[in-house]
C-alpha cells in the first residue's frame, strides 16, 4: 500500500502569516492527491483535489502544489478560521486510498 | 445540494454486531463511488473502504478488511457500514462521504454528519 509522511505533525502561526504544510508519498501517485481541512465536531472539508485544484467555494488563499511524490500545501495570509487540522489523501486508482497522519495548526 | 444523511450515535457491548447508514440524495447515487472514513481522536483519519453502488464493486483498507463489510441499497440510496463482532477498537466517529466524480481515483468532496460509535463493557 501507498503510505503517505505528512509534516510537520503540529506548526504555530499567526493571522496574516504564510504556512506550508508537505506530504510525501511512499510511491509515484502523479497527481491524485486531495487536501482536507478538519475541526472539532465537523465533518472534513475538502480544499484541494488533483494536487492542485482549488474546489468550488474554497478561498483563493489555499493553494496545492506537486506531483509524483511530494506535494505541499500552502495558506497564504492566514485567517482565524483556518485553525485547524489539515490531511493529505492520496487516491491512486491501483492503489488503497490513504490519509496522512494530520497537520495540527494552531495560534 | 448533495446530502449524506447518517444514522445516529450507537452504544454496544463488545461481541454485538452492528449496521449504520448513510441516506444519499440530490445526486445520481449510482455513478459515484461511496465510502467511509473513521476519525479516532488522536489517531487521525483513517480511510475504511468504498463501494460502487452501480454493481457493489468494493475495496477495504487492509487495517478494515475481514472486520467490516460495506454495502449499498439502490433502492432507498443509502450505504451501509457494519460490523459483525465489535471491539473496544472499533469506536471512533465514522463519516461517510463521496466521490467528487463517477470515477475510482477522486477525492470526497461531500460528507455525512458523522456517527460516533462507542464499544465499551
Known amino acids: 500500500d501507498i503510505q503517505m509522511t505528512q509534516f510537520p505533525s503540529t506548526l504555530s502561526a499567526s493571522v496574516g502569516d504564510r504556512i506550508t504544510i508537505t506530504c510525501r508519498a511512499s510511491q509515484n501517485i502523479d497527481k491524485s492527491l486531495a487536501w482536507y481541512q478538519h475541526k472539532p465536531g465537523k465533518a472534513p472539508k475538502l480544499l484541494i483535489y488533483k494536487a492542485s485544484n482549488l474546489e468550488s467555494g474554497v478561498p483563493s488563499r489555499f493553494s496545492g502544489s506537486g506531483s509524483g511524490t511530494e506535494f505541499t500545501l500552502t495558506i497564504s495570509g492566514l485567517q482565524p478560521d483556518d485553525f485547524a487540522t489539515y490531511y493529505c489523501?492520496?487516491?491512486?486508482?491501483?492503489?488503497?486510498?490513504?490519509f496522512g497522519q494530520g497537520s495540527k495548526l494552531e495560534i | 445540494e448533495v446530502q449524506l444523511v447518517q444514522s445516529g450515535a450507537q452504544v454496544k457491548k463488545p461481541g454485538e454486531s452492528l449496521k449504520i447508514s448513510c441516506k444519499a440524495s440530490e445526486y445520481s447515487f449510482t455513478s459515484h463511488w461511496i465510502g467511509w472514513v473513521r476519525h479516532v481522536p488522536g489517531k487521525g483519519l483513517e480511510w475504511v473502504g468504498i463501494?460502487?453502488?452501480?454493481?457493489?464493486?468494493?475495496r477495504y483498507s487492509r487495517s478494515f478488511d475481514g472486520r467490516v463489510t460495506i454495502s449499498v441499497d439502490k433502492s432507498v440510496n443509502t450505504a451501509y457500514l457494519q460490523w459483525g463482532s465489535l471491539r473496544a477498537s472499533d469506536s471512533g466517529l465514522y463519516y461517510c462521504?463521496?466521490?467528487?466524480?463517477?470515477?475510482?481515483?477522486?477525492?470526497?468532496?461531500?460528507w455525512g454528519q458523522g456517527t460516533l460509535i462507542t464499544v465499551s463493557s
Open positions: 489523501q492520496q487516491y491512486e486508482s491501483y492503489s488503497l486510498h490513504t
Open positions: 462521504a463521496r466521490h467528487r466524480a463517477p470515477r475510482l481515483e477522486e477525492a470526497f468532496d461531500s
Open positions: 463501494i460502487f453502488p452501480r454493481d457493489s464493486d468494493n
